[in-house]
């Protein structure tokens, strides 16, 4: 009964989730707890990357007089063979490391760039001839051509062959999971909130820099109810995971970034033009097309030969940005 029960499980996982197929097939005495495993690594490892019109099979086999578990798998014509040692302590996390670059032999090869292998910022792409800018986002696509991610080019090879990539947001990513390049010209809505000031809400118009990790924007926004704001800023952000690899969630959606502003605004109440000059650090958590920061810095603003304001802030930011 709980074969029976795990399988309709995986099957339930499957169609609700991924919707490639699992099917597990037990040989032999085979305890619980390593199906259990082995159907969480595949799920991790291999569902995900393939299509919805797909199925794995899987023949976990346990032989008396064998040290070792046999997994065969298959997808379609194309079959992997393995044997899993019965003194392993994590099976799980072997069979997701194992078939990482083992499994792409059940997938097959993507046409268009796609994640090729893992790297020391996190993965990497083969360019094939094609020209890469670097500190260009990508969107990552799973094998349903849902959006699993972004990374972002953090550097190409002298020789213009492989790209380095850095994931800022969203789920484990896969090797052979296709990249969609996303527009450079970004547009975003922000509204923010300090000690210092009333609410914040801005239009801004952001484009990365062709040098990673820095990027430029212009934004038009509201302070309180009677001053217009137009400000320029140069910005830098490092996700997490190229210090700390993206296997965790937030390595994989929290950022470090910094940045500096010069503003020009009108005060409508007391007919006032003025300048104001930011610096600050922040910590920037990413989901999909929305984030999330708190930053601190020190602020000034000047009228004329007269200083309105200045000293440190503490801000709080929560943004959307659509790609063009």
Do not use: W
Not at 16 to 36: C, F, H, K, N, R
């Amino acid at each position: 009964m709980k074969r029976l029960a795990l399988l309709l499980s995986v099957l339930l996982c499957s169609a609700q989730v991924y919707t490639a197929s699992l099917v597990v097939d037990i040989q032999g005495s085979v305890p619980i707890s390593v199906e259990e495993a082995v159907s969480r690594a595949l799920e991790r490892s291999m569902l995900v990357r393939m299509s919805e019109e797909q199925t794995l099979y899987a023949t976990l086999v346990n032989s008396i007089e064998d040290v070792a578990y046999h997994l065969h798998l298959r997808v379609e014509e194309r079959e992997l063979s393995f044997n899993i040692s019965k003194e392993l302590k994590n099976l799980e996390k072997f069979l997701v490391s194992s078939l990482a670059y083992d499994g792409l032999v059940l997938l097959e090869p993507p046409d268009l760039l796609s994640v090729g292998f893992f790297a020391p910022t996190g993965y990497g792409m083969y360019l094939q001839g094609e020209k890469v800018q670097e500190n260009t986002i990508y969107k990552v696509l799973d094998g349903r051509n849902f959006v699993r991610g972004r990374v972002v080019v953090s550097n190409v090879s002298a020789d213009k062959s492989i790209g380095f990539l850095t994931q800022f947001e969203g789920k484990e990513l896969g090797l052979g999971m296709v990249l969609q390049k996303e527009k450079s010209d970004q547009f975003g809505l922000s509204v923010s909130f300090d000690a210092l000031y009333e609410p914040f809400f801005c239009l801004e118009y952001a484009k990365n820099l062709p040098v990673h990790p820095f990027s430029f924007s212009l934004g038009l926004g509201t302070l309180g109810y009677d001053t217009l704001e137009l400000s320029v800023l140069l910005g830098a952000k490092l996700p997490l995971s190229a210090l700390f690899g993206s296997s965790r969630h937030l390595g994989r959606n929290i950022s470090l970034g910094s940045s500096v502003s010069l503003s020009l605004g009108y005060r409508f109440s007391e007919s006032q033009l003025y300048g104001r000059g930011r610096g600050s650090v922040s910590v920037i958590y990413h989901i999909q097309d929305f984030s999330f920061s708190l930053s601190v810095g020190n602020q000034v603003s000047v009228t004329g030969d007269r200083i309105l304001s200045r000293g440190l802030f503490l801000s709080l930011l929560t943004a959307y940005t659509y790609s063009l």
